[in-house]
């Protein structure tokens, strides 16, 4: 229903930081919870951010608090992703993904997935 694309993904040394992108197309995204989801090889997804359609309100994982940062502009269809102080557990794919109810938990209901975009953090 919303095409999610990611970018901004790369290879960085810890400590350093990164900012993704996800473009959004086909549908408009105010209504839509979004969030940032990422997984490592052989390990289960897990939601590491979101943000209510307004954005107003945002979830972090305990793990990224103070350190990442969920924005989104719905003027332009874009959901942000500012990584900072990256550590080498923060290496993995990271998905956005489009939601459709926002909770304290991160949201829930998402269904519509972008591709993915690699962030590998070296020492």
């Known amino acids: 229903q919303v095409q999610l694309v990611e970018s901004g993904g790369g290879l960085v040394q810890a400590g350093a930081s990164l900012r993704l992108s996800c473009a959004a197309s086909?549908?408009?995204?105010?209504?839509?919870?979004m969030g940032w989801f990422r997984q490592a090889p052989e390990k289960e997804r897990e939601l590491v951010a979101a943000?209510?359609?307004?954005?107003?309100?945002?979830y972090y994982k305990d793990s990224v608090k103070g350190r990442f940062t969920i924005s989104r502009d719905n003027a332009k269809n874009t959901v942000y992703l500012q990584m900072n102080n990256l550590k080498l557990e923060d290496t993995a794919v990271y998905y956005c993904?489009?939601?459709?109810?926002?909770?304290?938990?991160?949201?829930?209901?998402?269904?519509?997935w972008g591709q993915g975009t690699q962030v590998t953090v070296s020492s």
């Open positions: 993904a489009a939601g459709n109810y926002y909770t304290d938990s991160g949201g829930g209901g998402y269904v519509n």
């Open positions: 943000i209510s359609g307004g954005g107003s309100r945002q």
């Open positions: 086909g549908r408009t995204l105010s209504s839509y919870v």
